[in-house]
């Protein structure tokens, strides 16, 4: 017995001395390789990273265009609810859970810590599982204080535009679209962490490295001339369906975008869902849509048509062709020109809008009447060499360095150069065809045309401000160059007074205030289409120092009809409400700038042949009155005949027939100074649709469009303008 006692503990301790020599192995073989996985255990159990917020979108007063705020992400621990193994605890923490957020479901939480009878462990074996994102910091709190086992809080950000719509194209989202992605670097702050740490063997410290958030953004966008601008494009596009409208409002001194505004705009909050969803008929339309196609539809709808869209200018590139040649001395001020309603250049005929010609004009006259004959003599004495110079000078055919992304430099798009410029080339150019541009480009030029010559870099970001408020970028007025002398700039300037006061730009006259601009209605791509046009407005104000360069487009309008569709509407509405916001002074005496002085004469033109539309504009600068007799819009007859000498106010009788081209079956009845009620009457009696601008009580007509005489298809629409009777009518 003591035999087999002994054995039974010699055994024993042989057995108990290899346990003891296995641990002391694995102590000093691979203790420090175990610790420091308990203490990684522990660490990535408590690991977390906290989001730093974006930085915010402002507008040059402070108005919030975007804004990142914290929330938080719930997370379950499944493995340490496993360890605990306190059911009763469990039940209270799923209970709460589901109890803070319906979505959740007890049975599903219950399954992430059910053990798995194949692998024996439980079905979701991670120290870190996503329940709920995006929690208002309210929500985390309570949840805090409830002292829920296995319930940890990871901050993140979350990105709002509490504005919406406005300056969609602008903003851009998802740090790669408009200003969030070109200054996504400067916005993106930097992340904080909290994770235990160890110091020496056993003491555990908790680390906590707060997030730095990122930098905000100060725009040079006003919020109010903005949304002015956004309600000028929706009210035109409404009126004229188009591929785009677009209005931008420029500092020309400056180079500062007060806004920028086009159509198909996007609720920034949701990029992805259309808001033409809101359509029954086009939400059928969405769901046949393949991914690639839906793709490439949000695509263009976020795409940003001031930058990234080329066109042909048209004839708002006419005052820069006059700059040119005058800093080049080819022409003066006082040069006149002959217009006999076309010129011939090679073996071509091109046409002036005024069949029978404007006669012989004046540099300003040229402007004013957008003369073609008139603009295109002008660069023939410039030469190509010379033209091509001052047009690359003027920043065609580059980027102008806006600070937004897609910016596109037009340079392939039938920018000719220098060897390629021959005599059609140089006519066709001079009237802004036959080569493309961008809106950043073309009001970029404009404001070196009449800010003193200076091509100033547009930018819509004035200063970006840390976190701690500091400024750490401020941008300034960047000169890229001059193009023209001060005195070229000063007579241009002043001389595009006349394009409102007589001219083609005489619809957005407002009484008091002195303004200057230029029009254009330019062909795009395939000539032997006759309805693919692109009408531009641009008007500055002041005229004398302008502040505000308003720049108007409407891009290939639906069933194009000439005289019909223009950019003058939009471009004075925003105007008005400019001025109105701002409070400016008037700048003029409050009689309207048209107004003739009593007993002056004119000479009659020639207006045999062309466009009723060309021709009561024309009349009505020259302070003339007419009637329209017959129905079409081509002039047969006229009387007085071309080359009397008339009293300002006479009254001209135009006699129209229709012809191949004229569309037009009902001619549009004289409704100004009419009460709403009565204009209504008399064009809905022609069959026409009625479109009012204005407040109808105690009010008349002031304006229509088309004007009276005008022959028009039978359901057409007619605008017209409503002002209250006490107050000073605007009168073209």
């Not at 692998?119 to 709920?132: D, E, Q, S």
């Not at 641009?538 to 409407?554: D, G, R």
Request: glycine share 8%; with cysteine.
């Amino acid at each position: 017995m003591n035999q087999k006692f002994a054995f039974i503990l010699f055994a024993f301790m042989a057995v108990l001395a290899l346990l003891f020599g296995r641990v002391v192995y694995w102590k000093v073989a691979h203790g420090a390789e175990f610790e420091q996985a308990v203490k990684n255990q522990q660490i990535n159990r408590y690991d977390l990273v906290n989001a730093a917020n974006r930085g915010s979108i402002l507008d040059r007063n402070q108005q919030v265009l975007a804004v990142s705020t914290a929330v938080y992400n719930v997370a379950l621990d499944p493995l340490l609810i496993a360890e605990e193994d306190d059911a009763e605890e469990t039940q209270r923490t799923f209970e709460t859970l589901c109890e803070y957020f319906p979505d959740l479901k007890m049975e599903d939480l219950r399954y992430h810590v059910t053990l798995d009878p194949a692998t024996n462990k439980i079905n979701t074996p991670t120290h870190w599982k996503y329940l709920v994102k995006s929690v208002e910091r309210s929500v985390k709190e309570k949840l805090e204080k409830e002292d829920l086992l296995g319930v940890y809080f990871e901050q993140t950000s979350k990105r709002s535009y509490p504005l919406k719509t406005l300056a969609c194209h602008l903003i851009g989202f998802n740090n790669t679209w408009g200003l969030e992605g070109y200054y996504n670097e400067e916005m993106t702050g930097i992340p904080g962490r909290s994770f235990i740490l160890y110091q020496g063997a056993d003491t555990v410290t908790y680390q906590d490295y707060a997030a730095e958030d990122g930098s905000t953004i100060v725009t040079t966008l006003d919020y109010t001339i903005q949304q002015y601008a956004e309600k000028a494009v929706a009210d035109t596009i409404a009126m004229w369906p188009a591929q785009n409208v677009a209005s931008m409002v420029m500092d020309p001194n400056t180079g500062e975008i007060y806004a920028m505004a086009s159509a198909d705009t996007f609720d920034l909050n949701d990029p992805d869902e259309p808001l033409e969803l809101a359509d029954e008929a086009f939400v059928e339309t969405w769901n046949a849509m393949t991914d690639e196609e839906k793709s490439t539809y949000l695509n263009q709808t976020w795409r940003n048509f001031c930058v990234s869209d080329t066109y042909e200018p048209g004839s708002i590139y006419k005052p820069l062709v006059v700059a040119a040649a005058l800093e080049e001395g080819v022409i003066t001020k006082n040069s006149t020109f002959y217009c006999g309603g076309k010129i011939t250049v090679a073996d071509r005929d091109i046409n002036c809008h005024l069949r029978s010609g404007h006669g012989t004009v004046t540099v300003e006259e040229i402007m004013a009447y957008s003369c073609n004959p008139g603009i295109i003599q002008i660069a023939q004495k410039l030469g190509a060499e010379k033209f091509y110079k001052y047009q690359r000078e003027f920043g065609f055919g580059s980027n102008t360095g806006i600070d937004l992304p897609g910016e596109v430099n037009a340079d392939g798009w039938g920018m000719h150069e220098l060897a390629a410029i021959g005599p059609t080339e140089l006519a066709t150019m001079a009237f802004g065809q036959s080569f493309n541009c961008t809106s950043i480009q073309m009001i970029t030029a404009f404001s070196a045309l009449i800010n003193g010559g200076n091509l100033v870099q547009p930018h819509v970001v004035s200063q970006i401000v840390d976190d701690d408020g500091a400024v750490v970028m401020e941008q300034s007025t960047e000169v890229v160059r001059r193009v023209i002398s001060q005195k070229t700039s000063d007579y241009v300037r002043t001389a595009l007074k006349g394009t409102v006061d007589y001219g083609t730009g005489k619809k957005i006259d407002i009484p008091g205030y002195s303004i200057g601009c230029k029009t254009g209605t330019a062909e795009q791509g395939d000539r032997s289409r006759d309805d693919l046009w692109t009408l531009t407005h641009m008007a500055y104000f002041p005229a004398e120092n302008p502040q505000y360069l308003v720049f108007s487009v409407i891009h290939l309008p639906e069933g194009y009809a000439d005289g019909v569709q223009t950019t003058a509407n939009m471009t004075k509405q925003l105007m008005e409400n400019i001025i109105k916001y701002k409070n400016l002074e008037p700048t003029e005496t409050t009689e309207e700038s048209t107004v003739i002085a009593k007993g002056k004469t004119v000479q009659m033109p020639d207006y045999i042949g062309s466009s009723t539309y060309h021709v009561t504009m024309d009349l009505e600068g020259r302070g003339l009155n007419y009637k329209v007799v017959g129905t079409g819009n081509t002039i047969t007859n006229q009387v007085p005949k071309s080359g009397t000498e008339v009293e300002v106010g006479s009254e001209v009788i135009l006699y129209v027939a229709k012809s191949e081209e004229d569309s037009g079956t009902v001619k549009v009845p004289d409704v100004v100074g009419k009460s709403y009620t009565e204009a209504v009457s008399a064009l809905q009696k022609e069959g026409f649709e009625v479109i009012f601008e204005g407040e109808i009580g105690n009010s008349i007509v002031t304006e229509q469009e088309p004007k009276h005489g005008v022959s028009v298809d039978k359901g057409s629409e007619i605008t017209i303008k409503l002002t209250k009777k006490d107050t000073p009518a605007s009168t073209e």
